[in-house]
């Protein structure tokens, strides 16, 4: 039996989206073949690294703009989402959240090679409530 997916997170680590975001680009057609939204987010670290930048919220969410205007997904319905903190607990808490009944993410930090799961997958993987779909890089 089917489940009915209604609401597919992707969370885009907008560090690595100008060379890789395959997950992205495979949840929009999950999202086409199953008719559900796309909830498209990144998250902003708590204390950023580049001191130019002074509100990390702000700066990430015109990023994450830049990005869904540069990869557009046509025929989905879309809602982009920034978060605050850490990025494996802000996916989980914000899946949880929002009863998404899917998370579709990239396997690792494009620095990782082949088999291993990055941290972030892992605990993904380990913590969501809903199923997770795993892209290799």
Same mark, same amino acid.
């Given at each position: 039996m089917s489940r009915d997916?209604?609401?597919i997170l992707c969370p885009v680590?907008?560090?690595h989206a100008k060379s890789d975001y395959g997950a992205y680009e495979e949840a929009i057609a999950m999202a086409k073949r199953r008719g559900a939204k796309?909830?498209?987010?990144?998250?902003?670290p708590?204390?950023?690294?580049?001191?130019?930048?002074? %509100?990390s919220k702000g700066f990430w969410g015109d990023e994450l703009k830049k990005f869904l205007a540069a990869h557009p997904a046509e025929g989905v319905?879309?809602?982009?989402?920034?978060?605050?903190g850490a990025v494996?607990?802000?996916i989980v808490k914000?899946? %949880?959240?929002?009863?998404v009944d899917v998370i579709v993410m990239e396997s690792a930090?494009?620095?990782?090679?082949d088999y291993l799961l990055g941290t972030t997958a892992s605990h993904v993987v380990t913590h969501a409530k809903c199923s997770v779909y795993v892209v290799r890089s």
């Open positions: 997916t209604k609401l680590n907008l560090r796309l909830l498209v987010a990144t998250v902003a708590e204390f950023e690294r580049n001191l130019n930048i002074r %509100d319905e879309m809602e982009a989402v920034v978060r605050t494996h607990r802000q914000l899946a %949880d959240e929002r009863n930090n494009p620095k990782v090679q």
